[in-house]
């Protein structure tokens, strides 16, 4: 069976802008619209990605939404940095109409999509 795929929206902690790596002329925020986000996709669900970005990385991961049966290293796994030090939490109003994705590519070219979308409100959004 064909995997879904998801895009999503996690909320970083507007002080994410300070961070090294931050460019506050491509990512935004602009004006005084102090919001700041991660796009991501992932053939996960998005909270069990999200679960994953935050995890605890001296333990293994354990897959909550079915898709990896075997325990997971976060290690592994990666966790964003902008995530990892800043997430504040997942934000489905901005991504569940978009979700299920029927293939990568398809997510990919969503989750471009949605960060330019971020920024044309005038908030901050990064993707990979
Ligand atoms: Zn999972």
Redesign the pocket.
């Known amino acids: 069976m064909a995997n879904n795929y998801h895009v999503y929206v996690i909320e970083l902690n507007k002080n994410v802008v300070d961070r090294p790596g931050w460019n506050t002329d491509e990512y935004g925020p602009s004006g005084n619209k102090l919001r700041c986000f991660y796009v991501g996709q992932s053939a ?2 998005p909270e ?2 999200y679960a ?1 970005h935050i995890a605890d990385r001296s333990a293994t991961f354990h ?6 049966e075997s325990p997971v290293n976060p290690y592994q796994i990666g966790g964003q940095t902008f995530v990892v030090n800043h997430h504040f939490a997942l934000r489905p109003e901005l991504y569940t109409r978009y979700n299920p994705l029927p293939s990568q590519a398809e997510a990919i070219a969503m989750e471009e999509r949605l960060t330019l979308e971020l920024r044309a409100k005038g908030w901050g959004a990064y993707s990979k």
């Open positions: 996960h669900t069990c990605r994953q897959c909550i939404c079915g898709l990896t």
